[in-house]
């Protein structure tokens, strides 16, 4: 099977469950611990074009960090949104599984279950 990568927050629920769907199901996929090993601003680029989305549609907008930064503004462009996101990883929508081409949010944690053969 083609290389897997799971961007995972260990406290994160819905991620505890989708790398449990990927283990029940044989698959050990690479962890990302993207809190503790934050993506850069590039990694945050390559990955929104796999998942198809804007870094605005990434943006988790009930964490502190989005109202203190005004992430709201509608002004603010994409490169801004993916520096705040390099900047502040846990603004980041998770999990996100990569496979190959592609990458798919696990919410719920089930939809990463698309991506699989």
Not at 46 to 55: E, F, H, P, V
Not at 65 to 72: D, F, G, I, Q, S
Not at 96 to 117: D, F, H, S, T, Y
């Amino acid at each position: 099977m083609t290389d897997m990568t799971l961007y995972h927050n260990p406290r994160c629920s819905k991620s505890r469950g989708a790398l449990e769907l990927l283990e029940a199901r044989g698959l050990t996929p690479t962890v990302v611990r993207y809190l503790e090993t934050p993506l850069d601003a590039a990694h945050i680029t390559a990955l929104l074009g796999k998942l198809g989305i804007s870094a605005r549609q990434l943006l988790r907008t009930g964490e502190d960090e989005y109202k203190t930064l005004n992430l709201a503004d509608k002004d603010l462009s994409e490169a801004q949104l993916i520096a705040a996101i390099a900047a502040h990883p846990k603004l980041m929508e998770r999990p996100i599984l990569e496979v190959g081409k592609k990458a798919i949010i696990g919410r719920p944690p089930e939809q990463i279950l698309e991506l699989l053969p």
